[in-house]
């Protein structure tokens, strides 16, 4: 296994944190779980911050859960604890981060890979790139989000589709169904990626937190609810310097230079 199978790096106001054990997939072991969460907490309050790419090394994304780590396949009766405690934590955390994440699916991206990829808030693929919701493959069902995030994002019939049959798709298919944000070319995807990010990163990131925030509690609120949800953040995006910044760039015809806050 790789030394550090979970990289942070950091380019300016962005982040990039690498899933590296490229040999296997870069499919995840309890210890990397732990290392993303940690690696979440350190970003979730790091205010320099201001775009996030969640991305792996090689030629996969993520193929799931290690199938092979036996603290947490061998007993079976840890499996609701693995869950509960390893994935549920980091997909609640990819969720509520302030900064934008970017899922750059680099490769195939499998089980718990695909969930992981669905969690972040906009997902690029290479055109080589696979999804499959591989979990009935061995017997399991989608976990990390994906039975929440799968029918939102394609409707039931493909959401079942996917989850029944456990076949893969190709990027150019998920950006058509709605499940990735977009599938470029193998040769343009780094490019891509870093463009995708410094341009977030360059956007009102308070902002942006509270958008995540309104689209991510519509899916279980009725449109008074939602209304109401709509009325409180954009009080609070009025209040910041970003706002300001917005409107006197509009209003001076020049680019708005926003600050995060
Ligand atoms: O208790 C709990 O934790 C429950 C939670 C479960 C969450 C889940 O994610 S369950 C789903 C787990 N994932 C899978 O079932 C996918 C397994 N992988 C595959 O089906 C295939 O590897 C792929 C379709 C993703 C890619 O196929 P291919 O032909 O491109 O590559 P490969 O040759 O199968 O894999 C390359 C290597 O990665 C290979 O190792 P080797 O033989 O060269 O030493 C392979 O064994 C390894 N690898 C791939 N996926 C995993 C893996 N090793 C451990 N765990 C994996 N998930």
């Given at each position: 296994m790789t030394e550090t199978p979970i990289l942070l790096q950091r380019d300016g106001a962005?982040?990039?944190?690498?899933?590296?054990?490229?040999?296997?997939?870069?499919?995840?072991?309890?210890?990397?779980?732990?290392?993303?969460?940690?690696?979440?907490?350190?970003?979730?309050?790091?205010?320099?911050?201001?775009?996030?790419?969640?991305?792996?090394?090689?030629?996969?994304?993520?193929a799931g859960q290690d199938l092979t780590d036996h603290e947490a396949m061998d007993d079976t009766r840890a499996v609701r604890s693995v869950v509960?405690?390893?994935?549920?934590?980091?997909?609640r955390q990819l969720r509520s981060l302030p900064q934008p994440v970017i899922a750059a699916v680099n490769g195939v991206a499998a089980g718990a890979?695909?969930?992981?990829?669905?969690?972040?808030d906009i997902a690029i693929a290479t055109e080589s790139a696979k999804f499959s919701n591989a979990f009935v493959n061995i017997g399991l069902i989608p976990d990390g989000g994906g039975s929440y995030f799968l029918p939102r994002m394609v409707g039931q019939a493909r959401a079942l589709g996917l989850s029944l049959l456990g076949?893969?798709?190709?990027?150019?298919?998920?950006?058509?169904?709605?499940?990735?944000?977009?599938?470029?070319?193998?040769?343009?995807?780094t490019k891509d990626v870093d463009a995708l990010a410094r341009r977030l990163a360059d956007m009102p990131t308070a902002a942006i937190g509270l958008i995540k925030h309104a689209i991510n509690v519509s899916g279980h609120h009725s449109l008074e609810q939602q209304l109401a949800v709509e009325a409180?953040?954009?009080?609070?995006?009025?209040?910041?310097?970003?706002?300001?910044e917005g409107r006197?760039?509009?209003?001076?015809?020049?680019?708005?230079?926003?600050?995060g806050r």
């Open positions: 962005v982040a990039r944190l690498i899933l590296n054990r490229p040999d296997k997939l870069n499919s995840l072991t309890l210890g990397m779980l732990v290392d993303l969460s940690a690696a979440l907490t350190d970003i979730d309050g790091d205010d320099t911050v201001r775009a996030v790419i969640l991305t792996g090394t090689g030629r996969g994304f993520c509960e405690r390893h994935y549920n934590p980091v997909i890979g695909c969930s992981l990829a669905l969690a972040c076949e893969p798709i190709e990027a150019k298919t998920a950006a058509e169904w709605g499940l990735i944000w977009r599938s470029v070319a193998d040769t343009d995807f409180e953040l954009q009080a609070q995006a009025a209040e910041t310097e970003d706002y300001q006197a760039a509009f209003l001076e015809k020049r680019k708005p230079r926003f600050i």
